[in-house]
């Protein structure tokens, strides 16, 4: 039998490519999941459990929340980037952490077909298909939700005519669960004037007594929480677990698709979110101004090359080495308040912090120069300025 790899997230595409392409195309199926965070052992146990009833000849399950921590969300942290002004890239950057984990177990059991559940419509196909290309050009791709042109509809009537049990109400849909937010398409995204309703969010307000919260950056990345020390990304599952409990972080992103189309989907992503702010918060207090200029422009190349499946190309590479190196002194606390649907930045605590200097207070005293020298410089600064005036006056 013909071996095909299946990138197995245990929704209702995944699940459809795996008994169509077991079923009708008579490949053995070997579904793999790349976990990129969100999901407990027990879920895990489900998907594996779910995939072998479908008809997968064998399950795996990838840990990869500290290869997709260091390879990509940290850098999404030091570029504080939020897809315009909005999204935290919660899919898109997970998407190619997964598919380089798939071609790599894909070569080592030699299959030579890998497939996906993406549609025709959306990024996905694109950074799936690009990895895929680029890193195995010799293995064929298969796609059967993009080359059949399916509905959620008829994907769920074929399920249910070939006695695999969902749970229907909840295929309706297509959520992406990760370390960087949880994504959530259905009926409403698919038009301009309809949000999500509450229901369709996984996590629901359990949390209305505001809630203090400490979180300690070192060098740009999430050290601590409450005084706490952990790993990075262990931090963002402890926040994410603290903060969605007060339904924090939930939005619908409205942006242009890789293949020239306007696309919309809800999401909620409170630790990201969170800790975006409070790492540009902090930046703000211990970066010069140049930095700050520059980083803007870099980071928002850097998450529109990232969204688009270019990771691979050397450019991210030079990104990601001046964003490192803008983080050396980005260290301190900043302090948070948790509300329901919403969090404040209190302010931050740092050693770096530069409005801690001795040269003087904003708007109410100096203590490093004179009137004279504040006179002079001012008359110097608006030379510019009169020369313009001058000769548009004279003209």
Known sequence: MKKVVIAYSGGLDTSYCAKYLSKEENFEVHAVSVNTGGFSEEEINKIGENARKIGAASYKNINAVSSFYQKVVKYLIFGNVLKNDTYPLSVSAERII????????????????????????????????MIFQTLAPGINIITPIRDKKLTRQEEIEYLQANGVDMNWEKAKYSVNKGLWGTSVGGAETLTSGKPLPETAYPSQLQQKELKQVILTFTKGELSAVNGKENAPEKNIEILEDMASKYAIGRD????????????????????????????????????????????????????????????????????????????????GNVFVTLHPYRFVL???????????????????????????????????LSNAGKISQYVKNNQ
Do not use: P
């Not at 200029?293 to 850097?302: E, F, G, L, T």
């Not at 931050?348 to 410089?377: C, P, V």
């Open 98 to 129: 997964q598919a380089i984990e798939i071609v790599n177990y894909a070569k080592e059991i030699g299959a030579e077909h890998i497939a996906h559940g993406s549609t025709g419509a959306g990024n996905d196909q694109v950074r799936f298909d």
């Open 252 to 331: 619908i992103h409205v942006g242009d698709t890789i293949i020239g189309i306007k696309g919309r989907v809800g999401f909620e992503a409170a630790a990201a979110l969170i800790t975006i702010k409070a790492h540009h918060l902090l930046e703000k207090h211990t970066l010069s101004k140049w930095q700050l200029q520059h980083k803007d422009y870099i980071a928002n190349w850097y998450g529109t090359h990232l969204h688009e499946g270019q990771y691979l190309d050397a450019v991210m590479r030079d990104f990601e080495s001046f964003l490192q190196s803008s983080q050396e002194q980005v260290s």
């Open 346 to 380: 209190d302010g931050i605590e740092s050693k770096n912090d530069l409005m801690n200097s001795g040269f003087g207070k904003y708007g109410e005293e100096n203590n490093a120069w004179t009137a004279d020298d504040a006179k002079g410089f001012i008359k110097i």
